[in-house]
């Protein structure tokens, strides 16, 4: 039986969430196509129908994620506020792909990389463009330093086994942000 256009976009959809939700929860090498595709409610065998391979669905999963997540905030201060809390700490499924896969990322092929790379660059475009100052350059830099600690921050307190200083590194992080912010304003 044959699959609309329309029914193949679903599925494909269907299949970028699982695969986004269930890498950034376990890790690449710990999720199987057919893990995935059983999140996703369809047969392990139509996977080749959507995607050529497992590299093939790390790299569009990395891209959909990132696409996913474009529209927020630009406002670094306003950002690390959410960013930065117990919530999004505890909720690695769901949470930000840097944090959850950074570290992985590396090893994949230069397709994921780059996609992951990319996802990098239009963060730290947005959060430069909503910085308040005239110098492209010096919101750039702050930009690259907030994000830069904002990942570190969530991934450092995510290994923490003590609750109190996985809170205090996020608490510290986000005060670090705002003052940093506030100090730039004059």
Known sequence: MRVSREQVAINRQAILKAASRLFRE???DAVTVADVMNAAGLTHGGFYGYFKSKDELIEQTLAHVFAEGEGGASDLARYAASYLSPEHRDNVADGCPMAALGAETVRQTPEARAAMASGIERQIARFSAGMKTANAA????????????????????????????SDEILTATRAWIVEHEAAKRG
Do not use: E, F, H, S
Not at 138 to 148: L, M, V
């Open 26 to 28: 376990r890790g690449y």
């Open 138 to 165: 010096t919101a750039r830099q702050a930009a690259i330093g907030g994000w830069a600690a904002m990942v570190g921050a969530v991934v450092l307190a995510r290994l923490c086994d003590d609750p109190m200083l």
